[in-house]
């Protein structure tokens, strides 16, 4: 019988594929005594099962292309050297013997003192290394109690996986990428979650709020996702299955055919010519950026350099990896953003920041003007990088002036400190606010007055203007790119930015989605940044789109406070 399980598709495009099961909830463990003569089986299963894990590991590990810059390979060693370390074995062995219980019940206790050992411990970073013991360790339990799902993914035949999982970090996700997955559904997240936002950089079809994706599916059944609907079908026969493959070749032709768009020139009808730039996530993507015919890098996520990790990058690494990147704009922009770890972006390197509520609390520059160690390299990095071709750096989560100033100052110090070492940099790098909290667009003027371009982040902007967790799929339904106090604080950063002649730029996934294309347009947005995987479908819509004609409907539009009135405008701008 067919099954079909709905949540919000956050990633369009069909995937077909065989189920993979990862939940990250804790394995229940229960404890039972055996007879003497059983405890050394019970000792060679435990060893047995360890060897396992060790052997998933490394074999994850040999699956992750050589040449992955962000040091992948280190995370997965990390588990590994957990699992390689002797006080969690014979401690174990040792607790199976004297208490004469099973090997999971031992594990779990020596597990619990290890993690007490960690969580003892002053240094900040060591504490933080529990999530590790308990993320090897529970591969290990998973493999004891036959529970084994855990991302050991066998080649899936030639249509790849499709994971189901209670939720997955944009960590997990480059690692599942790596394995060539088609694509995933998880329980929870918003549709501007990272992990979101990552599976739209690397198209990889996905849904969210779906909920318990495993009910109802099995381990290794063919199912299908709409990421488009955000439904998942399971059950289905060789007659669907059939209709659903076909439609993934209508797909790859709709794709063939935007390619024809790729060379040609993003202007509208009445010959206004926009810049469409790129949100890379990774700095591999910057092929997909090309490909997708995209001006320049408008937005650089560097966060991922520091994930899945155990040491930061230090500048030399971070310095390679923007020339690098350069090299590969071929004289396009790169806008490199410094630092947004936090919230929505966990790094298990610096997770003692995370506080009490993470979205405001010490994330992104805040964090960064706290801590030289992390800011100042990178600045270094960045400027040192710019004298090999046209860098900007984005500051995100700006709030105040002060702010603004510290930044500012730290970029003229860096500069002094650089030239003093013969160091060649761009003197006039540009440096630009992320405009992504309400009293960064409240405040748009004076920021406009001291900085060289604005760049709007919707994501968060939304988030914090609407108190709407931009991670959490209950509130979802809150999350609204057409809220009248969200649209009037996107004008007024455009206007501020018209008013001292900044460029004023946007990088939030609104500005990928084709249903704001021409609403934007009319407001007087004239650089976009998106996932490449957007690009040619907005430019088409530009193409098509005039923009005298557009700001009749748009003032209309922006006078409208009944949400179903707005959503007709809306509709009538589209047509
Ligand atoms: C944003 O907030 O809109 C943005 C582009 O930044 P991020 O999604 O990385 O927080
Ligand atoms: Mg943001």
Known sequence: MAVALLGIGVSKGTAIGRARIIQHGQVEVLEYALPARLIDDEIARFRAAMEAAKQQLRSIRERVPAGTPQDIASFIDTHLLMLEDHTLSAGTEEIIRTRQCNAEWALKLQKDAVVRVFESMDDPYLSSRRDDVEHAVSRVLHILLDQDRHQHLEAGGEEGHIILADELSPAEL????????????????????????????????????????????????????????????????????????????????????????????????????????????????????????????????????????????????????????????????????????????????????????????????????????????????????????????????????????????????????????????????????????????????????????????????????????????????????????????????????????????????????TRYTRLLLGLGLREFSMPPSAILEVKRVIMQSDIGELHRHVRRLLRCTDPEQLAQHLDQLNT
Do not use: W
């Open 174 to 513: 480059v690692l599942l990428h790596h394995q060539n997955i088609a694509g995933f559904v998880t329980e929870r997240g918003g549709a501007v979650s990272h992990t979101a936002i990552l599976a739209r950089s690397l198209a990889i079809p996905a849904a969210v709020g779906v909920p318990r994706p495993d009910l109802g599916v099995h381990e290794d059944e063919m199912v299908v996702l709409d990421g488009a609907q955000g439904v998942l079908l399971a059950g289905l026969g060789e007659a669907d299955l059939a209709y659903y493959r076909r439609r993934q070749q209508a797909e790859r032709r709709h794709r063939n055919e935007l390619r024809k768009l790729r060379d040609l020139p993003a202007v509208t009808r009445d010959g206004v010519t926009i810049d469409l730039h790129a949100n890379v996530e990774l700095p591999e993507d910057v092929a997909a950026m090309r490909r997708a015919g995209a001006t320049g890098v408008g937005l650089f996520r560097t966060e991922f350099l520091f994930m899945n990790r155990s040491t930061a990058p230090d500048e030399e690494e971070q310095f390679d990896v923007y020339r690098q990147m350069l090299r590969k704009t071929r004289g396009g922009a790169l806008t490199i953003r410094t630092l947004d770890l936090g919230a929505d972006k966990p790094v298990g390197l610096f997770s003692e920041f995370a506080g009490p509520n993470p979205a405001l609390g010490l994330r992104g520059v805040r964090l960064c003007l706290k801590e030289a160690d992390l800011f100042t390299p990178q600045l270094r990095a960045i400027l040192r990088a710019s004298a090999f071709g046209p860098v900007r750096v984005l500051v995100p989560m700006l709030t105040n002036l002060a702010e603004v100033q510290q930044v500012l100052q730290l970029v003229d110090e860096t500069k002094q400190a650089l030239a003093r070492e013969g160091q060649r940099f761009d003197a006039k790098l540009p440096v630009g606010a992320m405009i992504e909290v309400p009293a960064a667009a409240l405040c748009a003027d004076s920021f406009a007055a001291r900085l060289d371009f604005f760049s709007i982040g919707t994501n968060d902007l939304i988030q914090y203007t609407l108190a709407t967790d931009r991670m959490d799929e209950e509130v979802n339904h809150l999350y609204d790119p057409l809220h009248p106090a969200v649209l009037q604080l996107i004008q007024r950063t455009l206007r501020a930015g018209a008013r001292a002649r900044v460029p004023v730029g946007m990088c939030g996934e609104m500005a990928g989605d």
